[in-house]
């Protein structure tokens, strides 16, 4: 009906004006054509934080930190690693999902100094997921990407150009925010700002972490046409996305909707249960931490684990469902769960986009390898990234610290404890190789259920840590593994089908090889 009309008003007024943009289908009135960028920053921020979760969830399953719980069945290709595009396939679109926000901002902002806050995060964090991407599949289409039908068919661009290109994104992003800093007027962040608040030198810290992150894992293999950091520094508090989560159906944090608990109190995943392999990290089998090991995990030491693979009954469940909550402050027959320590907390806890642990980490590296703008020794760093972890851990929802817990105190006791031990005590490594197996290690702790991702990638960069036999303690690899490889491992995850399918002319040979086909600065 409201089309005849449409058309009945053309014909009438013919004479006097063309009708092509009244007749144009494709726009809708009641649509709005443009939004503004502080309506779209924190749902993208936010999206952000499911995306990670999704991220989590493959680095916890493939990097050592989860396996199948016993009796239950149906894991196939999660453990056998033959993996097919299906499998975690959803990572692909979603983090070009999120990108396309990012890119919106950039695309409003860009002309408008004063916007540049907008402009400056948005370039942060479209570099921060597209290092996603690559660290997940290699090559992926870059520089032809995010143009809507300009290009239907994106190239596919090599991964280290791409590191490279992103890396110079992040200047961009720097020069933007001080060049807007030094305005007298501006367009502040606010509300829209639910990872610091508004306060733009925090990131420019995360834009010098994650450009870092860049520079050492790109070390020796990208050119980066500048490899500076502004005066602001690395990150030393931890970078949380919070748009508000609560218990509310909906809303509560994505982690905790995942591995902990629905809104109603009923569990979350509960196929999936800590390694024997990263269990040794706590339990005194290669490092002796039951301070984090009793934040972290259900009932520890006692704590039921498996080796990924077998799928036979007979080894302990949690009986509600999540290993990944400690025992105290834990009502198990009501909905009051959370106000906890360990990865989770609760559900209005913050998500964590990067932690300080991992950017003390990355410093420390950067320092061992000569990187440099790093300011500090590497044993100092060490230390701070061990410390931090100890904070993170201890850390209730609302970023307090849980009653009776000191990280600085759980932390030196933690170095005292071990001080026998190079994987702690950096004074022991007394060798490149010794002290980058040292960083990683504590790095591949510190992200245990944090950012299970980033252990996974470090694992595939260095090879640390270390993998020394088959048994359930010494390897996290799948006894159903079909890999070829010496450590039984697969390399990376495949294409999803959606580009098999559409962009089968740009899509890269290896996306049917998980066992051979490695990410360009893979060991």
Do not use: H
């Not at 920053?41 to 999704?54: C, D, E, F, H, Y």
């Not at 009954?313 to 106000?339: E, L, M, N, Q, V």
């Amino acid at each position: 009906m409201k089309r005849i009309s449409i058309i009945t008003l053309c014909l009438v007024f013919a004479v006097f004006t063309a009708c092509n943009d009244i007749l144009d289908i494709n726009e809708n009135p009641n649509q709005a054509t443009a939004v503004k960028p502080s309506l779209v920053l924190p749902q993208a921020l936010a999206t952000t934080a499911s995306v990670l979760n999704a991220y989590n969830t493959y680095g916890s399953q493939l990097g050592g930190y989860a396996a199948n719980a016993g009796g239950y069945g149906g894991f196939n290709e999660t453990v056998s690693y033959a993996y097919t595009p299906n499998n975690y396939s959803n990572n692909w679109p979603a983090s070009y999902d999120n990108l396309e926000d990012y890119q919106y901002i950039i695309d409003q902002t860009q002309a408008d100094p004063l916007n540049g806050y907008f402009f400056g995060v948005a370039k942060i964090m479209k570099a921060y997921n597209f290092q996603l991407l690559v660290d997940a599949y290699n090559d992926i289409p870059y520089t032809e990407a995010l143009q809507g039908s300009k290009f239907v068919t994106p190239k596919y661009d090599n991964a280290a150009t791409v590191y490279a290109g992103i890396a110079g994104e992040i200047d961009e992003a720097i020069a933007a925010i001080n060049a807007t800093s030094a305005l007298a007027v501006k367009n502040p962040l606010g509300t829209a700002d639910v990872v610091f608040g508004g306060d733009m030198t925090s990131w420019l810290k995360l834009a010098n972490t994650v450009k870092l992150r860049l520079m050492v894992r790109g070390n020796g293999k990208v050119t980066f046409a500048n490899t500076s950091f502004d005066p602001a520094g690395f990150l030393t508090t931890d970078a949380l996305i919070n748009p508000g989560y609560a218990r509310d159906n909906g809303k509560q944090n994505p982690g905790w909707a995942t591995w902990g608990f629905a809104y109603t109190g009923s569990a979350g995943n509960k196929a999936w249960i800590p390694t024997s392999f990263i269990l040794t990290f706590y339990n005194g089998t290669k490092i002796s931490d039951p301070a984090r090991g009793k934040a972290m995990y259900y009932q520890y030491p006692s704590t039921g684990t498996n080796q990924l693979g077998y799928e036979s009954t007979g080894i302990p469940k949690s009986p509600d469902g999540s290993f990944w909550y400690p025992s105290t402050a834990r009502t198990i027959t009501t909905t009051g769960f959370g106000k906890a320590t360990g990865a989770l907390k609760g559900p209005d806890a913050g998500y964590p986009l990067m932690t300080a642990a991992e950017s003390y980490f990355l410093q420390a590296e950067a320092v061992v390898v000569g990187i440099p703008g790093v300011a500090g020794t590497a044993k100092a760093l060490f230390n701070s990234g061990i410390t931090a972890s100890f904070k993170y851990v201890d850390m209730l929802p609302d970023k307090s610290q849980a009653p009776s817990t000191s990280f600085a105190t759980d932390a030196t006791a933690y170095i005292s404890a071990n001080n026998t031990n190079p994987l702690v005590n950096f004074d022991l490594a007394t060798t490149v190789a010794q002290q980058i197996e040292a960083i990683i290690t504590q790095k591949y702790i510190a992200l245990n259920m944090v950012n299970s991702q980033e252990g996974w990638n470090e694992y595939r960069r260095t090879g640390y840590p270390k993998i020394s036999g088959t048994s359930a303690t010494s390897t996290f690899a799948s006894i159903a593994s079909q890999s070829p490889r010496a450590d039984r491992l697969p390399t990376r995850i495949l294409y999803p089908t959606s580009e098999i399918q559409f962009n089968s002319v740009n899509v890269p040979a290896a996306s049917t090889d998980s066992f051979n086909s490695t990410i360009f600065w893979a060991k």
